[in-house]
């Protein structure tokens, strides 16, 4: 059974900052993509950000671009989201999400801002005020 543990969330006021973490269990980490998905009260999903743990280059919405840093660390296989700058339209429930990407020619893949990742958290709550 595939899991995906999440961390972070909170409440924070304007202008703050939080940092999730991801952790999936098994394998699934490995050359895989790794995203965040967003979803306010009322809204649809949004991809936000998304990374290949292994080689290549992450990609973010432009609603978080320049704000949002998504990392990794191999060693601990966990996925990270920094949020800095918070605003209250940053308020959602946020998904750490998995699955395989695209492969590319030379090896690798591409990790696309994607909605339909095959294996998903339960979410972690962040409230911006």
């Known amino acids: 059974h595939v899991q995906l543990v999440e961390s972070g969330g909170g409440s924070v006021q304007a202008g703050g900052s939080l940092r999730l973490s991801c952790t999936p269990s098994?394998?699934?980490?490995?050359?895989?993509?790794m995203g965040w998905i967003r979803q306010a009260p009322g809204m649809e999903r949004e991809a936000v950000a998304a990374?290949?743990?292994?080689?290549?280059?992450?990609l973010y919405a432009d609603s978080v671009l320049g704000r949002f840093t998504i990392s990794k660390d191999n060693a601990r296989k966990t996925v990270y989201l920094q949020m800095n700058s918070l605003q209250p339209d940053d308020t959602a429930m946020y998904y750490c999400?998995?699955?395989?990407?695209?492969?590319?020619?030379?090896?690798?893949?591409?990790?696309?801002?994607?909605?339909?990742?095959?294996?998903w958290g339960q979410g972690t709550q962040v409230t911006v005020s």
């Open positions: 098994g394998s699934i980490y490995n050359d895989n993509c």
């Open positions: 990374i290949y743990t292994g080689l290549g280059r992450p």
């Open positions: 999400a998995a699955d395989a990407g695209i492969p590319l020619l030379h090896g690798g893949s591409f990790c696309g801002l994607s909605l339909t990742y095959k294996y």
